[in-house]
């Protein structure tokens, strides 16, 4: 008897300890996080850091910087608004693609603004332990309203803001969003703080936040136009020593769909190529090769098979072709039946001479038939049952294209367009698919009779792509018009040299 009630009382002791460790080692951990959580957030405001960005710093953005000057003017004039009994806008929320500048325009406003800047990202607010975030977002606003008139920057706010039904973060994220539009609505607090939020995922962010009242105002931060990409590489091209050669328009012609930091990335790779030549100036080809790099890939040196050259050279050549004599308004750059770093075995390059934003049904049709080029130049020339997979990723593209012709933009006889997002009858989707192959084979009769009035052309180029290689748009214009390139034989290694 006496020994059970000892085991029982060794059982209580020993259940005792481990629940007191236990609870020991959980508070020490709670103080530890939530101190440093609470107590050692970094809310000072950055403008020591904020390397006095200015709006002629912020480049290729011309709208978004006439709109981000009426914030300015906001804040500048505040006490005067409310006099009048106007309200400051309370939020402000840049959109846009990566790299296009989000961050150095908020810079921009508060430097322009001469008033303090509290500079944080979304995920700086996620925390395990419920509470934490929203005790941060307070602390934040409390730091702000220390000034009369601050801003407070929250870059990637969709890590903060996303929609509460779809936040990975459950209870935590949505105690830390409600936290946030309460200090957005800012009730019985003196200051004029703006927040300014940035994303390029705005339809992921809950409706609560873009609601009238809290983020008032949206400003569209898109990738740069033609003479911003010319203005964006100027500035960076005067950073370095370049060659008297290097011509900073077709740079920018080639460049259509890049952002301001693809266009830094592709001075600075520019850059590195001329070091690693032992040069102390930028050739026109770095930077050509810079933009292929980043586009397109690194160019591989790969074992290729004389039959697998001249099936990629007739298929690059049927590409320029079809594109060349199409009513295309793009104009041939280069064509190359170098292997490059994405599995591409060659590849042909065309830019838009100038900057578009309407394309009309008889130029996606000259773009399904460019595409289709490819494939059918290897069958007009190896027949049909020695063509390759290689036009794979072609056919993806001209699907894509089709589709959204028929689904989206209504370019179908008797289907208005809209589809997308409607629930349609299974007879109605077969109507479209229909329309869809229609299209596909509209652009594949239209380059099947382009390479048929052009073959000469065709067997020219793809003739000169193996003894070259390489071609860049003049010596393409040359060949095409029947003329000689005037250009020596070289080998392979001569080839990727000037690629």
């Not at 006439?66 to 402000?92: C, N, S, T, W, Y």
């Not at 952002?259 to 930077?287: P, Q, T, W, Y």
């Amino acid at each position: 008897m006496m020994m059970d009630w000892i085991m029982t009382l060794l059982s209580l002791l020993g259940t005792l300890v481990f629940v007191t460790l236990n609870a020991l080692i959980f508070a020490i951990v709670y103080v530890k996080v939530m101190g440093n959580s609470f107590g050692k957030a970094n809310f000072k405001a950055s403008k020591a850091k904020n390397d006095d960005i200015r709006f002629a710093d912020v480049l290729g953005v011309d709208e978004a910087k006439l709109e981000a000057k009426e914030v300015v003017d906001f804040l500048r004039h505040a006490d005067a608004l409310e006099k009048i009994g106007a309200k400051v806008p309370k939020g402000i929320l840049l959109v846009g693609p990566p790299g296009t500048g989000k961050t150095l325009l908020a810079k921009a406003i508060a430097n322009e603004a001469g008033v303090p800047f509290f500079s944080l990202s979304g995920s700086d607010f996620n925390e395990v332990f419920i509470g934490v975030g929203a005790s941060r977002i307070r602390k934040l606003y409390a730091e702000a309203r220390k000034h009369k008139t601050a801003i407070v920057f929250i870059d990637e706010i969709d890590a903060l803001a996303r929609a509460r039904n779809a936040s990975p973060y459950g209870q935590e994220n949505a105690t830390t969003l409600n936290a946030f539009l309460v200090e957005l609505d800012g009730f019985g607090r003196e200051g004029t703080i703006i927040t300014i939020g940035a994303t390029n995922l705005e339809d992921s962010l809950d409706q609560a936040l873009l609601r009238p009242g809290r983020f008032d105002r949206k400003i569209h931060v898109g990738l740069p136009s033609l003479e911003g990409r010319k203005a964006i590489l100027e500035h960076y091209a005067r950073r370095v020593k370049t060659e008297p050669t290097v011509d900073l328009d077709a740079l920018a012609r080639a460049t259509p769909m890049m952002s301001g930091a693809d266009l830094a990335n592709v001075v600075n790779e520019s850059s590195i190529m001329a070091v690693r030549a032992g040069r102390k100036r930028l050739k026109m080809a770095d930077f050509t090769k810079a933009i292929e790099r980043i586009g397109i890939g690194q160019i591989q040196q790969k074992t290729i098979s004389e039959r697998e050259r001249r099936l990629i050279a007739y298929h690059e050549a049927g590409h320029a072709v079809v594109d060349y004599f199409s009513v295309s308004p793009k104009k041939l750059h280069k064509v190359s039946i170098i292997p490059t770093g994405k599995s591409a075995l060659g590849y042909t390059w065309s830019v838009h001479t100038e900057d578009r934003h309407l394309t009309s049904r008889e130029e996606f049709i000259a773009e399904i038939a460019a595409l289709y080029g490819g494939r059918l130049a290897e069958e007009m020339v190896f027949g049909s049952n020695a063509v390759t997979g290689g036009a794979s990723s072609d056919l993806k593209r001209i699907a894509k294209i089709a589709e959204a012709m028929v689904w989206d933009l209504g370019y179908a006889p008797g289907f208005p367009g809209a589809y997308r997002d409607l629930a349609v009858s299974e007879a109605t989707r077969r109507e479209l698919d229909e329309a869809v192959g229609l299209l596909m084979e509209e652009g594949r009769a239209v380059a099947r009779t382009l390479l048929a009035q052009h073959e000469p052309q065709l067997q020219a180029l793809a003739q000169a792509l193996l003894e070259h290689e390489v071609l860049d748009g003049e010596q393409l214009e040359r060949l095409l018009h029947g003329g000689a390139i005037f250009l020596p034989r070289r080998s392979a290694s001569d080839a990727i040299d000037a690629a």
